[in-house]
Every structure is written in structure tokens, then in C-alpha cells.
């Protein structure tokens, strides 16, 4: 984080645009972060509704990886982690400790189902046929009789440039505080300078 702070400053500065605070630098940085990370899951839609093949792109997928995660079990009914950006997958534990993917309906449908069909046993859920929805910030999960697993996509940290004052009154980096870096991949440092520059009122005319 402190070479993508630095990088802005000397821009800046070159662009005679004045200095950019470390509050400041750290609100741009989180929201730059986040319209990179964002933009992975627009560019991954729009190459699948382009490819038939079900390939994937590998750097996207590469991008993307470092952010899935799982929990440990949960519930039939239970608040999705703070962390979640979005839900990748779930699945039920079966015997032998296998896993098997529960399959997803959409708020429409779980209306529709309403999760108790007794009268249509082909459909009504069962340890067999497990359903899933997400309601706001909460995942159903039905039938409650089951050992489930979520694996999603986490939101990335928000970057944190920490700093002590010098005798001049001027911030100086400091590592050994609450420091968080950015949490995109590597390639992104260029993208990130050029993000956080716009954001704060600098036209980038040659990137």
C-alpha cells in the first residue's frame, strides 16, 4: 500500500494537483479496490455469455481465487458471513464425509415453494434434493435435517496506510500499525494509481 501511495503522491505532485492527506488516500483506495474487484465478476459475465465452451479466462480466475473461502458449517437457517461478497456454492455432507452441490432457487421461487410441499413429494425438499435460497443477508436452507457448507467469494480488506508524525509534522509510514495492504492481485498496482489519481480530480490523458 505504501508503494501505490507514494506513486500517487509523486503524480500529484508532478501534476502541481497538491497533496493528498492520508484520510483521503485511504477512502479512494477503498473505493478504487473495490471497482476493481467488482469489475472481475462483470468481466467474467460478459466472456461466459461470449464463450459456449464453459472456458474461463486464466487470469481472471486467477484473480479471483484468492478470494474464495469457506466456513465451517452452518445452519438451516443462518446470517452469511460479514465478509461475503457473494455465495459460490453450497453443499451437504453426506456419508463418507463426500460433499454434494444443494441446488439454488431464486427469492420468486422460494415463494412459489415455500419450502413445504407436502403434497408433492417429487418436489418437496429432502436430504436427497436439498434447496437453497438468500433472503437479504440471511441463506434458507431446507431441509434443516443436513450438515451444510458455503463456500463464497470474500470482500476484499479495506486498505489501511498508517502513519506517525515527525518532528516537521509531516506523515511518515508506519508498517507496525494497523496497516492493511491491498488484497487484489499484483497486477493491479498501475490500475489502482490511476484509480485513486482520478478519484481525486486528476485527469490521467496517457495511462
Not at 452452518?74 to 463418507?96: K, M, Q
Not at 516537521?168 to 495492504?181: A, C, H, K, V, W
Request: glycine letters at 4%; hydrophobic letters at 30%; proline letters at 7%.
Amino acid at each position: 500500500i505504501d508503494k501505490v501511495y507514494q506513486k500517487v503522491l509523486a503524480i500529484a505532485n508532478k501534476e502541481q494537483r497538491g497533496y493528498i492527506t492520508p484520510q483521503e488516500f485511504n477512502l479512494f483506495a477503498d473505493q478504487a479496490q473495490m471497482e476493481i474487484f467488482e469489475q472481475y465478476f462483470y468481466d467474467l459475465q460478459r466472456h461466459e455469455q461470449r464463450v459456449t465452451d464453459g472456458s474461463i479466462p486464466e487470469l481472471i480466475q486467477s484473480k479471483i481465487e484468492y478470494f474464495k473461502s469457506a466456513t465451517t458449517p452452518i445452519s438451516h437457517n443462518d446470517i452469511l458471513p460479514a465478509d461475503c461478497y457473494r455465495v459460490d456454492a453450497v453443499s451437504i455432507e453426506e456419508p463418507g464425509g463426500t460433499h454434494r452441490m444443494v441446488e439454488k432457487i431464486d427469492r420468486d421461487e422460494s415463494n412459489r415453494f415455500d419450502f413445504n410441499l407436502t403434497g408433492l413429494p417429487l418436489l418437496t425438499p429432502n436430504l436427497r434434493r436439498p434447496i437453497y435460497s438468500i433472503v437479504g443477508e440471511t441463506i434458507i436452507i431446507n431441509p434443516s435435517d443436513g450438515i451444510y457448507r458455503i463456500n463464497y467469494i470474500k470482500k476484499p480488506k479495506q486498505p489501511n496506510w498508517t502513519y506517525l508524525l515527525s518532528t516537521s509534522e509531516n506523515p511518515l509510514f508506519n508498517p507496525t500499525g494497523q496497516t492493511q495492504d491491498f488484497e487484489l492481485h499484483p497486477s493491479e498496482e498501475s490500475n489502482l494509481v490511476i484509480k485513486i489519481l482520478q478519484l481525486s480530480g486528476i485527469s490521467m490523458k496517457d495511462y
